[in-house]
């Protein structure tokens, strides 16, 4: 008996002992993550604020002497210290109005939910950033008309409600921006927005690019991964800012040159062990997917495409976390950028592990293209489709007398389309669905004039339908890139499955 009690008490003993090493070994590795995180965070060179983003008081002469009332009849507004703002389309506050046919707010999280999924299922980790409206963040700038703007449009509610829709849906990694934006640039001093254009500077997506390397390192496995000692430099060269919406638009209203300059640095990120580039050879652990918050092919804060050194978020968070990074500066949320790196790659390898997708807030709450195409976007082409088809070009697509039954939950499917040729413009689309019981009209847009290959696109099918009877794409009348889409049918569990067994 007092042999068995002292067994017990010694296995206690050392099971305790093994759990407090274990807990020691995992703070010291957080302990050693953070320094390093820092350490290598300290060594990023900044630009000056003053020389590079164009502040001060020849910015703000040039800006007023440029300003004119045919430019306030635009939507654009002048703030103090030479900033400008546009009201007309939402970009600096968000919309005035909600979007017709917005989604209540119950679909907009089962669809987020879904998505969410979607990305989980086949081993990605989402990271969303939402990315305040430049207004929220550059408060210290507006004019009393701009503050009462501010309010009536409720760009702060909006924010949180969208950064609440987020978490409810699941999505755990999503950090309040707002909140951390304004906090480190009042600490640091720094502008977290350029005066006169709506994108984020460089110490901003420096700023953000930590968040993002902190919950990358804290992931179970991140120790795992092979890493890369990439290097990061300040290039002499730098890439002059235009302002290419408000400064713009300013020029064209008042016909006038506005002569005064933002500069953005560019950093040259490298891989001493292959000497190439973040972009050329690497597999990519890491993906980043944009929005037109970004751009698609230039040097400007929060941005870099495939061929030029950029100084955005991509190359921060690949010298923070010493992961190779990937960059899809797509303006679409749903199609492009996410399509660009799963399209046809799924069976062939396995996607990036993490996914940092950016979301624009000034959105009123979310692109309404966006809804029923996300999810499928996600698993992308099917292996073994319940059914394949080819819509003919004839003004408009069509499948009739499909007598598809669907069995279980006909939200469990999804149509895959497939374009002869790429989109070369931005394109609105409808797909109309005949069912036995019911019929419903899909509006959504493509954006992926960036992309080399065809365009693809997936559409989830709705909820309680028994057949699937006749489908309908009706094309933007300007479409004429191809003459047939090639249409599958495939079954979420299905794709799921061979996913899990690749």
């Known amino acids: 008996m007092l042999n068995t009690q002292l067994r017990i008490i010694f296995l206690a003993l050392f099971f305790a002992f093994m759990s407090a090493n274990s807990f020691s070994q995992s703070y010291t590795l957080e302990e050693e993550l953070k320094q390093g995180l820092e350490q290598r965070y300290a060594t990023v060179e900044l630009p000056d604020t003053n020389t590079f983003y164009g502040q001060g008081e020849a910015l703000e002469m040039i800006v007023n002497q440029a300003f004119c009332s045919a430019a306030k009849e635009k939507g654009l507004r002048l703030g103090t210290d030479g900033w400008l703002f546009n009201l007309k389309d ?67 509610k909006n924010y949180q409600s969208m950064l609440e829709d987020y978490l409810e849906a ?68 730098t890439f002059t800012v235009i302002g290419w919406h408000q ?49 698609a092919n230039m040097n400007r804060a929060g941005t870099s495409d495939y061929l030029t050194p950029g100084s955005g978020l991509s190359e921060f968070i690949a010298y923070l976390t010493q992961l190779p990074v990937q960059n899809h500066a797509m303006f679409s949320l749903a199609n492009a950028s996410i399509e660009h790196y799963l399209r046809n790659d799924f069976y062939a390898e396995a996607p990036p592990p993490y996914l940092v997708q950016l979301i624009e807030a000034h959105h009123h709450p979310y692109p309404i293209y966006h809804y029923r195409s996300m999810a499928p976007m996600t698993y992308g082409k099917c292996q073994n489709p319940v059914w394949q088809g080819e819509l003919l070009f004839d003004d408009y697509f069509e499948l009739t007398d499909m007598d598809i039954e669907l069995s279980g939950n006909s939200m469990d499917y999804y149509l895959w389309m497939e374009l002869d040729l790429p989109v070369l413009e931005h394109r609105k689309w409808s797909i109309d669905i005949d069912y036995d019981n019911n019929s419903e009209s899909i509006i959504f847009d493509t954006d992926d004039r960036f992309l080399e290959f065809p365009s693809t696109f997936g559409i989830q099918l709705e909820s309680g339908s028994k057949h699937l009877s006749r489908l309908q794409v009706n094309p933007d009348a300007k479409w004429y890139e191809g003459d047939i889409i090639t249409t599958s049918l495939c079954y979420i569990p299905d794709v799921q499955n061979d996913y899990k067994q690749r």
């Open 90 to 156: 939402g970009l600096d506050f968000g919309p005035s109005e909600a979007a017709e046919g917005i989604m209540p707010t119950d679909e907009v999280i089962s669809w987020l939910r879904s998505y969410r999924i979607a990305l989980e299922s086949v081993g990605i980790t989402p990271i969303m950033l939402l990315l305040p409206q430049r207004g929220l963040l550059s408060e210290d700038y507006l004019s009393a008309e701009l503050k009462q703007e501010l309010e009536d449009r409720q760009s702060l």
């Open 170 to 237: 699941g999505f755990v990694h999503t950090p309040d921006l707002y909140q951390l934006t304004t906090d480190t640039a009042k600490k640091g001093d720094y502008y977290a927005y350029y005066p006169i254009d709506h994108h984020i500077t460089t110490h901003t997506a420096l700023d953000w690019a930590k968040e993002v390397a902190t919950i990358v390192m804290s992931q179970e496995g991140y120790e795992d991964f092979e890493k890369a000692a990439f290097e990061l430099e300040l290039l002499p060269d």
């Open 247 to 295: 400064q713009m638009e300013v020029q064209w209203a008042c016909e006038s040159n506005m002569e005064g300059q933002l500069f953005n640095p560019i950093y040259e990120l490298s891989n001493p062990a292959t000497a190439n580039s973040l972009f050329s050879d690497i597999k990519p652990l890491i993906a980043t997917v944009g929005s037109s918050h970004l751009g």
